[in-house]
């Protein structure tokens, strides 16, 4: 059976075939004369701030797919570095991220990659500057799009960049600034919740409690997703979260693809499901689950931040045509 790292990065590259306080309104609404929706000529950057890829990753359907929207993405020849287990030195990695969030005539930032090493450049210093900036990536690149939101800052998309055409045309319009279909799990506890939404790989999110990179999740709907984590895992994971208070203060919340090794669970033991209903199921809000969200397919694109509405009974997430 394959291991959690090979599930990481061969999801990586599917993807290519200090606490802060709450944001307000006024400061959301003034960002938004500056992240205006992607048009044509554009111009996107590739990083990669984790595991290192294999060299001879073919960019090509994705710089095609992009130059079928009007928008020039840079491949620059540091996504295919190696360092040990990451695509460079932390340092390295830092002056990538640093040099693509700072570039002005850059709209938009793509994190290719996975594995590991996105919170390790967190940690070396990397920290946002004071503007929103279209961000795209999932799986291990969740710890920076969590610590976008946590710096206040719009523009981060939990999503794929790869996948079918249906997925990639969900991606673009979100980037456009269009409406997207909502999408239906199946509802587990009723009540319809409203708030902006956080959206994030379970494990890498646990281990950013307790730093700066960790958002305010009062009145938020979460979304939660992991790959090759047993359901004992989850529930360790789960019940850390529970024990910080991370769970409290939730708008709704709801669960993506999980997905782990057949053999990772005995006669007796809790399935997924039971564990993730038992350990999410009782904060008194509603509650949906199976979302067609992270690792596999469909793996559809979700805007942290964005306003949405939490359907308990339907099983509905609708991403709403306001940010805030």
């Not at 307000?24 to 205006?36: E, F």
């Not at 994190?111 to 961000?135: M, Q, T």
């Not at 708030?195 to 960790?214: C, E, K």
Request: proline share 6%; hydrophobic share 40%; with cysteine.
């Amino acid at each position: 059976m394959p291991s959690r790292r090979s599930l990481l990065i061969s999801g990586a590259a599917a993807a290519l075939a200090l606490m802060p306080g709450r944001r307000g309104h006024s400061s959301a609404q003034r960002q938004l004369a500056h992240l205006k929706p992607l048009h044509r000529g554009a111009r996107l950057r590739a990083v990669n701030p984790g595991t290192w890829m294999d060299p001879e990753t073919d960019f090509t359907p994705l710089i095609e797919r992009c130059a079928a929207e009007g928008w020039h993405l840079e491949i620059p020849e540091s996504v295919r570095h190696q360092w040990r287990y990451f695509s460079g030195r932390d340092q390295d990695r830092l002056a990538d991220l640093k040099a693509a969030w700072a570039d002005p005539n850059i709209n938009g930032v793509l994190y290719v990659g996975g594995g590991w090493g996105g919170a390790r450049v967190l940690e070396a210093g990397f920290r946002f500057p004071k503007r929103p900036l279209w961000s795209l990536g999932f799986s291990d690149s969740s710890s920076l799009l969590l610590a976008q939101w946590s710096a206040g800052l719009i523009g981060a998309i939990h999503g794929s960049m790869g996948g079918p055409k249906e997925q990639w045309d969900r991606t673009v319009n979100l980037l456009r600034g269009k409406d997207v279909e909502p999408l239906r799990g199946v509802g587990m506890r009723k009540g319809i919740a409203t708030g902006p939404l956080v959206v994030t790989n379970l494990t890498v999110a646990t281990h950013l409690i307790g730093t700066p990179w960790f958002p305010d999740l009062r009145g938020s709907i979460l979304v939660l997703e992991d790959v090759g984590e047993a359901p004992y895992r989850v529930d360790r994971m789960l019940t850390q979260w529970r024990s910080a208070g991370r769970l409290q203060g939730l708008a709704g919340v709801a669960t993506g693809r999980f997905s782990w090794k057949k053999d990772d669970i005995l006669p007796g033991d809790f399935t997924m499901e039971e564990v993730l209903e038992q350990r999410l199921g009782d904060l008194g809000i509603p509650l949906v689950m199976d979302l067609p969200v992270g690792h596999g397919l469909p793996n559809l694109s979700l805007p942290l931040g964005r306003q949405a509405m939490l359907n308990g009974r339907t099983g509905h997430l609708t991403v709403m045509n306001k940010l805030f």
